[in-house]
């Protein structure tokens, strides 16, 4: 699956943004979803995750209550909604999809597949 994040931008604290990520392949229902940043001269962390049917969702602590992730099957596209944003959120926004579609995991090494990342930047 090849995977396309869009929708990063310059926001001011407090302010909210909505990350995209568009899908190809016939088989993205069958992955969980994830949300990971990185922000400059530190390491890849996670934020948020959601199974296969959008059942479940798990999110970092750092983004909780703040964060919402979701998904449309039939669209074949997972968003990442971020509100009340803080300068410490500013980091390259990556998703990544992984092959075990019912279980949800926070480290970056357990997906099979990654977009480009799209680059979130919020102001104070």
């Known amino acids: 699956v090849q995977l396309q994040a869009s929708g990063g931008g310059l926001v001011q604290a407090g302010g909210s943004l909505r990350l995209s990520c568009a899908a190809s392949?016939?088989?993205?229902?069958?992955?969980?979803m994830a949300w990971f940043r990185q922000a400059p001269g530190k390491e890849r962390v996670f934020v948020a995750a959601?199974?296969?049917?959008?059942?479940?969702?798990y999110y970092a602590d750092s983004v909780k209550g703040r964060f919402t992730i979701s998904r449309d099957n039939a669209k074949n596209t997972v968003s990442l909604q971020m509100n009340s944003l803080k300068p410490e959120d500013t980091a390259v926004y990556y998703c990544?999809?992984?092959?075990?579609?019912?279980?949800?995991?926070?480290?970056?090494?357990?997906?099979?597949?990654w977009g480009q990342g799209t680059l979130v930047t919020v102001s104070s």
């Open positions: 392949g016939r088989t993205f229902s069958n992955y969980a």
């Open positions: 990544a999809a992984s092959t075990n579609g019912r279980v949800l995991l926070s480290s970056w090494f357990r997906y099979d597949y």
């Open positions: 959601i199974t296969w049917n959008g059942g479940s969702t």
